[in-house]
Nanobody, 124 residues
C-alpha cells in the first residue's frame, strides 16, 4: 500500500495562487495513477485532476482547466497541483488519491488510497 500526505493548503485571496503537494510513502508512485479531488461544505467529493503513471497524460475537471496544473515527480515520490487564478468557488478540502488502475478516473470510489486532505480557502 501507499500512504499519502497533502500539504500546501491555506488562505488566499481571489486571483492568487497555491501549490499543493502530495508526498507518498510505502510503495513508490511509479505504479499508481494519481488524482486530486476536493470537497466543499455541503457538497460531494468531486474530481479535480488526474495524472498517468509516467506523467505524460493528464485530465482536468472543466471547472479548473486552464487554471490548475497537475504534475508528478516520481523519483521524489511527490505529486503537485499548481492552482492559479483561484476563485472563491475553489474553496474546499483537497485530497490526494492513488490507485493502481482506476476504472473511472473521475469517481472517488475507484481510488484505494487517500490522504487526509488539506484546506484551501479563497476569499473574495
Amino acid at each position: 500500500q501507499v500512504q499519502l500526505v497533502e500539504s500546501g493548503g491555506g488562505l488566499v485571496q481571489a486571483g492568487g495562487s497555491l501549490r499543493l503537494s502530495c508526498a507518498g510513502s510505502g510503495r513508490t508512485f511509479n505504479n499508481y495513477i494519481l488524482g486530486w479531488f476536493r470537497q466543499a461544505p455541503g457538497k460531494e467529493r468531486e474530481f479535480v485532476a488526474a495524472i498517468s503513471i509516467g506523467g505524460g497524460s493528464t485530465s482536468y475537471a472543466d471547472s479548473v482547466k486552464g487554471r490548475f496544473t497537475i504534475s508528478r515527480d516520481n523519483p521524489k515520490n511527490t505529486m503537485y497541483l499548481q492552482m492559479n487564478s483561484l476563485k472563491p468557488e475553489d474553496t474546499a478540502v483537497y485530497y490526494c488519491a492513488a490507485d493502481r488502475n482506476p476504472s473511472r478516473l473521475v469517481v472517488p470510489g475507484e481510488y484505494d488510497y487517500w490522504g487526509q486532505g488539506t484546506q484551501v480557502t479563497v476569499s473574495s
